[in-house]
C-alpha cells in the first residue's frame, strides 16, 4: 500500500530574488488576482538579501533578518513555529516561508509559482496506524482575508495540486489541498492494482474522509497561525463528488461549496466510462476517429444551431437538439471522409444515449449532450482503461488483471452497486443539514462535458427541489448553473470562466463563482445571473473573445433579437425549455 513517508519531504524550491512592487502586480494567466505583501520598492539590495536568507535557511538566520524588516521576522518565526504545533491525529513535517516568486514542482514536471509570500505547512493526517492523508496548508504571510478556501481534484487524486493552492493564496485566502489518502498521479494503469481501492477502509477515506479531514487540520493550522478561526470557510472543486460529500455528510466543514462538473453518481460513472469504450473495443471499425467526431460536430451545430452555432462552434441550447447521425451514414458512392460507416453510426447513437442495465433496463447514467462530439476521443478507451479498469479490478473484482472488455452491464453492475454504491456516490437529495445552518451551494456543469454526462447534476437538483417542495425552496440554498459550450472543468469551445479553470477578467461575484458564494453567504445576496467569458485561443493574456451570460436553472440564456453577440448585454436570461 502506498503510504507517505514519514521523513521531512524534499521540495524543489527555485530560488528567486525579490523585486519591486510593480513586478508582481499582475499574476499572468490568473487574471487580475491581487498579490500582496510585496516588498517596497525602496528596499535596499542588502536588505533583500537578508530577507531572502531568512526565508530559505530558516530559524537560524532569523536575528539577522531582524534588523531588516521586523514584521518579516516575526512572520517567519510565527510559521516555522508550526513545526511544534501540536495538532491532533496530525504530524507537521514542514513549516517553512515561501517568499514571493517561489516554483514548486507539481505532479506533472512543471511548476506553480506563488505571486504572494506564504507560510506552507506540510503535514500527515493519521487516524489509524494504515492511513496517511497528506495535505499542505498556505497561509499569506500578510494582508489574510479571514477566510479558508479548500480546494479538492479530479480523478483518483493522489497529488498536492500546487495550482489551486497559488490561485487561492493570490486571492489571499488561507487555502489547503490534500493527496486524497495515497500517492499517485490522478488516474491508475491498466492491469495495475490500486492498493488504497483494494482497502475498503482506505477506498472509503478517499471516497468520504478526505476532504473532511483535510478541513479539520487546516482550521487548526489557522488558529495556530493567526491566533484566531476562520471567519468563513469555502471549499472549490472540480470533482464535485467531493464537494457534495462535504454537503451531505460534513455539512459543518464549509459555509459555502463550489462542486464543479460533478461526477456525484461515482460508480456509475465508472459504468459510463466502460459504455463508451466497450464497442470498439469489440469492433474497432465503430471508432469515431478525430476526422469522423468533426464530421458529427459540423453537422450537428449547423443542424440545431445554424450559422451562430457554426460561428460561435457550440450549441446555446443542446438539449433542443435531436440530430439523428444516422443522416451521415455512408451510401454506395459517398466518399469515406464526408460520411460515417453504420459501426460508426452505432457508436455515436451510443454515446448518445445512457447505458442501461441489462437486466432491468434502468439507466445507469445519462448520455452525452450533442454538441459535445470533438472532446469524445478519451470515452472511447482511454476512460475506462485508466479509471473504470483499475478502479474496478481494485475494488470490486480483486483482480489487476480483470478484463474491462468483459464487463456485464447486468450481473457486474449490480455487484459494482453493493460494493462502491455507499463508499462513493454523493447523491442524496436531503441537503437540509447544509442548508439549517446557513451552507450555500453553487453546483456548475458545462453541456459539452466530455466526462460527466451533463444532465446529471439536472436530475440532482430536481431530486432537491422536490424533497424541499419546489425549486424556490431548494434555490434558498442551492444554485445550479449549465453552462453551454464547457467541457469538464473548463476548456471547451465555449465561455468557461464559470465553473472552469480559467480566471475571470476580475473577481466579483457576477463573474466568479466563490465570490458568489461569499456574497451570498456573508451579505444574503443571493446569484441569479453570471457572465463567463472567452479567452483568445483559452489565455487570458490574448484578451477577450466574446462573453455570455450564464443563467441559474431552470433559466437559460436566450439572444435578446438585437445587439453584438460578442457582449453578454445581448442576451437575457428565460426559463427553459428542456426537451429530453
Excluded at 464526408?338 to 448520455?367: E, K, M
Excluded at 444554485?479 to 465561455?495: A, K, T
Aim: overall charge neutral.
Amino acid at each position: 500500500m502506498h503510504r507517505h513517508s514519514m521523513s521531512r519531504p524534499v521540495v524543489e524550491i527555485q530560488r528567486v530574488w525579490f523585486q519591486p512592487a510593480s513586478s508582481y502586480s499582475t499574476y499572468k494567466e490568473a487574471g487580475d488576482m491581487r498579490s500582496s505583501g510585496k516588498c517596497n520598492g525602496g528596499h535596499s539590495w542588502k536588505r533583500t538579501l537578508l530577507l531572502w536568507m531568512s526565508i530559505a535557511t530558516g530559524p537560524a538566520v532569523y536575528s539577522a533578518a531582524a534588523t531588516a524588516s521586523e514584521d518579516n521576522a516575526q512572520q517567519i518565526a510565527r510559521c516555522a513555529a508550526l513545526q511544534q504545533a501540536q495538532i491532533k491525529d496530525t504530524r507537521i513535517e514542514l513549516a517553512q516561508a515561501l517568499p514571493a516568486g517561489s516554483s514548486l514542482t507539481k505532479v506533472d514536471g512543471t511548476s506553480a509559482t506563488t505571486s504572494t509570500p506564504v507560510c506552507r505547512v506540510v503535514a500527515t493526517v493519521s487516524t489509524a496506524a494504515e492511513k496517511h492523508l497528506g495535505i499542505e496548508v498556505w497561509l499569506p504571510l500578510a494582508d489574510w482575508n479571514g477566510r479558508l478556501l479548500g480546494t479538492g481534484k479530479s480523478g483518483f487524486g493522489g497529488y498536492i495540486d500546487y495550482n489551486e493552492l497559488t490561485a487561492a493564496v493570490a486571492r489571499r485566502f488561507a487555502a489547503v489541498n490534500s493527496d486524497t489518502g495515497h500517492k499517485g498521479k490522478g488516474s491508475g494503469e491498466p492491469g495495475k492494482l490500486l492498493e488504497w481501492a483494494a482497502n475498503p477502509e482506505t477506498l472509503r477515506d478517499w471516497g468520504h474522509l478526505s476532504v473532511h479531514l483535510m478541513t479539520v487540520a487546516a482550521k487548526k493550522l489557522i488558529q495556530a497561525y493567526y491566533g484566531q478561526s476562520a471567519q468563513y470557510s469555502y471549499l472549490d472543486t472540480c470533482g464535485g463528488v467531493e464537494a457534495m460529500t462535504e454537503v451531505e455528510y460534513f455539512p459543518d466543514d464549509y459555509d459555502g461549496v463550489a462542486a464543479r462538473s460533478p461526477g456525484i453518481y461515482y460508480s456509475h460513472l465508472m459504468e459510463s466510462f466502460l459504455w463508451g469504450a466497450m464497442l470498439p473495443a469489440h469492433q474497432p471499425d465503430a471508432l469515431l476517429t478525430h476526422d469522423a467526431l468533426a464530421l458529427l460536430n459540423h453537422a450537428v451545430l449547423q443542424s440545431c444551431g445554424g450559422v451562430h452555432a457554426l460561428e460561435d462552434g457550440f450549441l446555446e441550447h443542446p438539449m433542443q437538439c435531436h440530430f439523428d447521425p444516422a443522416q451521415l451514414q455512408c451510401k454506395t458512392g459517398d466518399t469515406p471522409a464526408n460520411c460515417l460507416g453504420a459501426a460508426q453510426v452505432q457508436q455515436a447513437q451510443r454515446l448518445y444515449s445512457p447505458p442501461r442495465n441489462a437486466l432491468t433496463g434502468d439507466a445507469l447514467y445519462p448520455g452525452f449532450a450533442r454538441g459535445s462530439e470533438l472532446a469524445w476521443g478519451a470515452i472511447q478507451y482511454h476512460l475506462a482503461a485508466y479509471y473504470a479498469q483499475p478502479l474496478l479490478a481494485s475494488a470490486v473484482f480483486g483482480n489487476a488483471a480483470w478484463e474491462w472488455t468483459t464487463y456485464d452491464f447486468g450481473a457486474d453492475s449490480a455487484l459494482v452497486d453493493r460494493k462502491l454504491g455507499l463508499l462513493l456516490n454523493a447523491t442524496n437529495p436531503d441537503i437540509s443539514r447544509f442548508a439549517a445552518r446557513g451552507g450555500k451551494l453553487i453546483m456548475t456543469q458545462g453541456w459539452a462535458d466530455e466526462v460527466n454526462a451533463p444532465t446529471k447534476p439536472i436530475e440532482y437538483f430536481d431530486a432537491v427541489a422536490k424533497h424541499e417542495g419546489g425549486i424556490a425552496s431548494a434555490q434558498r440554498s442551492f444554485r445550479l448553473l449549465m453552462v453551454p459550450g464547457m467541457g469538464h472543468c473548463g476548456i471547451g469551445p465555449g465561455p468557461t470562466t464559470i465553473g472552469g479553470a480559467l480566471p475571470p477578467t476580475k473577481y466579483s461575484p457576477d463573474r466568479d463563482v466563490v465570490s458568489a458564494l461569499q456574497a451570498w453567504v456573508e451579505h444574503g445576496k443571493a446569484p441569479t445571473r453570471f457572465i463567463s467569458t472567452k479567452y483568445v485561443g483559452d489565455k487570458p493574456s490574448n484578451g477577450v473573445k466574446f462573453e455570455r451570460p450564464v443563467c441559474v436553472y431552470p433559466m437559460e440564456s436566450r439572444y435578446s433579437g438585437s445587439g453584438d453577440r460578442r457582449l453578454a448585454g445581448s442576451f437575457s436570461c428565460v426559463k427553459a425549455t428542456v426537451s429530453r
